[in-house]
């Protein structure tokens, strides 16, 4: 295959630019106390923000998913860097909680929302070996965010305030994705110039190659995948985005509850490329399967964490684990649907699982408003955690002899 190397330019540039888009957005909870202290607006208000901006990623996903099947990852990410950009400063702006609620909800959700599917679909086009680790490097970039966004927007929100701080942010968002959207390109399948017929034949090639999208969507493999990203994303959404306060109610520094969201970040890192590599090496379901349950068990474990030492350890097994598992959906969905798809099944997934992270901040919002304690989110989450790990026990890949499904008329 011709540019061989380019394909770890494109792991590259997927990987800094999920780190600084995902870290763009899940800084909020960082500014969580010291908004609510500066404006007195509620927890519930500010983290409503992050559930309208987890549903507008979820349906996000699936607009910009297909949008890269039709004009490219470059020009896809590029628009929704600039909209990400633009809706931190105006996030920065905001005279009141409903117009933060509205700019940060809508234009940081649907801006981040254009990295995830067009990255992971370019990149698993890219690899026809080694999938599952090069996902994972991508995603691993993704997870470098609590560990460099985060304690970044701590130490600037301590030294000049929220507002100045996301001022900061979006020009480094800006400074930087960029020129990284740029260096994406479409996998050499679907780019090379060739005969029209030899063009149809090498995208048609791979599994399932005569399907439609709507029969994708509509068969059991999808809808496992989505149903499981979702009970996936729900258990993990709360405790990622409440953690830092709970700590800080259990007594924990601010600067050191911090920590422990940047520790889950830390700890991600290698459970992207183990999770990775087991998954090629043992099967993608099977290394997701018995991840989703050692996810339930870890959410419970915050649960009765109330020592910086015990936060560190849940933590680290926490951010292992949910980390290492979400790459594993785009290898599942490579391995199961045609390349000239993968914008919009990524997307799709990606859909279902963005509507799972939208229930963490408002259910925990709500809980603690209302209880002064985040005990029940966590058991929640151990609930949900388990039946994600249920649901993607009865996947199934379409078999392998399967005779080619007709096209509508």
Request: aromatic share 12%; glycine share 12%; net charge neutral.
């Amino acid at each position: 295959m011709p540019n061989i190397p380019y394909r770890w330019i494109i792991v590259f540039a997927g990987g800094l630019l999920g780190c600084l888009a995902a870290g763009a957005m899940f800084a909020l909870p960082v500014f969580l106390t010291p908004m609510t202290e500066a404006t007195g607006w509620s927890r519930t208000g500010i983290s409503s923000a992050m559930t309208i901006g987890f549903l507008t990623m979820a349906f996000g996903g699936m607009f910009w998913g297909a949008a890269s099947d039709r004009f490219g990852p470059r020009l896809t990410v590029l628009a929704g860097t600039v909209i990400l950009a633009l809706g931190l400063l105006l996030a920065g702006s905001a005279p009141s909680l409903i117009v933060f609620q509205a700019v940060f909800g809508l234009m940081v959700g649907f801006g981040t929302s254009a990295i995830f599917a067009p990255i992971m679909a370019a990149v698993t086009g890219w690899f026809d070996t080694n999938r599952g680790l090069a996902v994972s490097l991508v995603s691993a970039g993704m997870g470098m965010a609590p560990m460099t966004m985060s304690p970044l927007a701590a130490w600037l929100v301590g030294q000049y305030g929220w507002r100045e701080s996301y001022f900061v942010i979006a020009i480094i968002v800006a400074v930087i994705m960029i020129p990284c959207a740029l260096l994406l390109k479409r996998p050499p399948a679907l780019e090379n110039p060739m005969p029209a017929a030899a063009s149809s034949a090498a995208v048609a090639a791979g599994p399932e190659s005569d399907m439609s999208r709507a029969q994708a969507m509509r068969s059991f493999p999808f809808i496992v995948l989505a149903a499981t990203n979702f009970f996936c994303c729900a258990t993990h959404s709360g405790p990622i985005f409440h953690t830092v306060s709970y700590a800080i109610t259990c007594g924990i520094p601010a600067m050191a509850a911090v920590s422990i969201y940047s520790l889950e970040g830390f700890a991600g890192l290698f459970g992207r490329l183990g999770f990775g590599i087991a998954g090629d090496r043992l099967g993608a379901k099977h290394v997701l399967v018995a991840g989703l349950l050692i996810q339930a068990i870890g959410a419970l474990g915050y649960f009765y964490a109330h020592s910086l030492a015990a936060f560190y350890s849940v933590a680290a097994v926490f951010g292992f684990v949910y980390s290492g598992i979400m790459p594993l959906y785009a290898v599942l969905a490579r391995e199961n649907f045609p390349l000239r798809m993968m914008g919009t099944i990524i997307g799709g997934t990606s859909m279902a699982g963005g509507l799972g992270m939208a229930t963490g901040p408002l259910f925990g919002g709500l809980i603690f408003d209302h209880t002064g304690d985040y005990g029940w989110m966590y058991i929640a989450c151990f609930g949900m955690g388990l039946g994600a790990c249920a649901i993607a026990a009865t996947f199934r890949p379409f078999p392998k002899e399967a005779a080619p499904l007709p096209q509508p008329a």
